[in-house]
């Protein structure tokens, strides 16, 4: 696994308010799920089911973490995960590891993590607008890619336990300030209690060959970070 100092270091560092952290190696063996979680595994392969007992895992550390008792994390009908009452959390997988933040100072966290690499220049103008490419002209086309992917991934997952509502990367534009590892995703349409304007402030960070980002929602006001 990378170095987990530096990688927990860096994903308490995207959040103003403190955060339970837990992070598993998705490739080691993992403790059995609990009652409640197994019905989401019916008819998964192995691979899927170790990596999902390691989100499960990490999900627990986390809440201990905080201060919170471990408990069960099930999987809802819109497949998200039911956290437990008062608790706001997001998980996140890569091949070499798997991170679980939980808070219950927020209304909601979205975290991703994805592994750095170049990303396929076909599949760019389906994640980046021509106006977030022109706005971030400084930044390598394959690096911008999987920096806004990743920003507007850690949004998304802010925003779903909120509205419940799936909509693709058109939705979202995204502004980034490197020196200060922060980004904006700005609401292009009306979802939920997000009007057309609305933004949600994040941060990104790169460490042990990742690219972690992470947004909450109402760490300072009801709809931002």
């Known amino acids: 696994m990378p170095d987990a100092k530096a990688i927990e270091r860096a994903v308490r560092g995207l959040f103003d308010v403190p955060v339970g952290l837990g992070l598993t190696d998705p490739s080691a063996p993992q403790p059995p799920v609990w009652a409640g979680e197994a019905e989401a595994l019916a008819g998964a392969v192995p691979a899927r089911r170790n990596e999902f007992a390691a989100g499960r895992a990490a999900a627990r550390m986390a809440m201990q973490d905080a201060g919170c008792p471990a408990q069960a994390v099930p999987v809802q009908a819109n497949r998200a995960p039911d956290w437990p009452q008062g608790l706001a959390g ?50 390598p086309l394959a690096e911008l890619g999987l920096m806004i992917f990743a920003a507007k991934e850690a949004a998304y997952k802010a925003q779903f336990p909120l509205t419940g509502q799936l909509f693709g990367f058109e939705v979202l534009d995204v502004t980034f300030d490197p020196p200060a590892g922060r980004f904006d995703a700005r609401f292009l349409h009306p979802i939920g209690p997000f009007s057309v304007g ?28």
């Open 90 to 139: 997001s998980i996140t997988h890569t091949r070499q590891l798997c991170l679980a933040v939980v808070s219950n100072r927020v209304r909601s966290l979205g975290l991703d993590a994805e592994q750095l690499h170049r990303l396929d220049e076909d599949i760019i103008p389906i994640i980046c607008s021509d106006v977030e490419i022109s706005r971030h002209a400084g930044i």
């Open 198 to 225: 609305d933004s949600l402030p994040g941060r990104f960070a790169e460490v042990a060959g990742h690219l972690v980002t992470g947004v909450a929602i109402g760490q300072r006001d009801g709809k931002g970070a």
